[in-house]
């Protein structure tokens, strides 16, 4: 079997549930970092972009799932949509796209990547040197695993039941590690939904180098 999932099951228009909690955080950070062309890297429907594009951003996405792009075609004509993987070159969307991003955003797609490297790499190849990467997954900490552990609730936390489902799990530092090791310096931390420390969320801003 392929190590690459074609398809996430995507049916409809509407956002996941971790939109409401991490979209503000993220319009709040590319606001601050005063960035203008963003692109949505993992856009599942479209949901992300179409929020970035009514904020004022200039918004493209990228999506390997082709039920997702055609959603997203379909419900936001005024985007751009390419039907891309993170193992795949960008360099004709960037020919398409005439210049390059002042950021990506990737929110909750790096933790279901059998070979994560790929998507800073691919970031990476989108935005010029000082752009920005700004990346979210599921938190992992100390208190938030070890209420895991006393709610008996790993089972439904790392299900396996799903393929294309989450099969890494990320702390703070190793997400780090990962992107400074293919082309960012991480810059900033910002934890997403429920209380500190036991967050839904985190979100990690990186700069190219």
Known sequence: MSNVVESYGW??????????????EVLKILGLLKVKRVCDLGSGNGTLAALLHKEG????????????????????????????????????MLEAEGQPFDAVVSTE????????????????????KEGYLVISTPYHGYLKNLALSVFNKWDKHHTVLWHGGHIKFWS????????????????????????PYLWKSMILIAKAV
């Open 109 to 128: 797609v790096v933790e279901h990547l059998f070979s994560p490297h790929l998507l800073p790499t691919f970031a990476r190849k989108l935005v010029p």
């Open 11 to 24: 049916e409809t228009a509407t956002g996941p549930e971790s939109c409401g909690y991490i979209t503000p």
């Open 172 to 195: 703070r530092t190793t997400l780090t590690q990962l992107l400074e090791e293919n082309g960012f310096k991480v810059i900033g931390f910002h934890g997403a939904g429920r209380f």
């Open 57 to 92: 951003f200039y918004a493209a996405g990228v999506e390997y799932d082709q039920e997702g792009v055609a959603i997203s075609k379909k419900n936001y004509s005024g985007i751009n949509f390419y039907n891309l993987g993170v193992q795949d070159d960008p360099s004709q």
